[in-house]
Nanobody, 126 residues
């Protein structure tokens, strides 16, 4: 049984940092599956944040987080982290990690990922 468990969310002020982590069990290492972070704010659709492509480890970001967020993987621990710096109120959302085998052209689409965590809340106050 595959399980993805996020941790590290919380309430912070604008400009602060948070580090999310996604622990995985029942799935091949983070280097053989693509891993991604998505987020969903209240009343909005789920949005792509970042993805770490399998094998190469190339990271893709949505424009709004480039230069502020850093996604990384630790294949030995089978984890994927999301370091979030200079947080803004508009970053407030439930953050989900996902794993799967999307095609490259769909790396930013949630339908490419088969496995999902339960989500962790990130709230940024102004």
């Amino acid at each position: 049984q595959v399980q993805l468990v996020e941790s590290g969310g919380g309430l912070v002020q604008a400009g602060d940092s948070l580090r999310l982590s996604c622990a995985t069990s029942g799935l091949a290492s983070s280097s053989s599956t693509s891993r991604a972070w998505f987020r969903q704010a209240p009343g909005k659709e789920r949005q792509f944040v970042a993805a770490v492509w399998r094998n190469t480890g190339i990271v893709y970001y949505t424009d709004s987080v480039k230069g502020r967020f850093t996604a990384s993987r630790d294949a030995s621990k089978n984890t994927v982290d999301l370091q979030m710096d200079r947080l803004k109120p508009e970053d407030t959302a439930v953050y989900y990690c996902a794993a799967g085998f999307p095609i490259l052209s769909s790396v930013r689409n949630d339908y490419g990922y088969r496995y999902w965590g339960q989500g962790t809340q990130v709230t940024v106050s102004s």
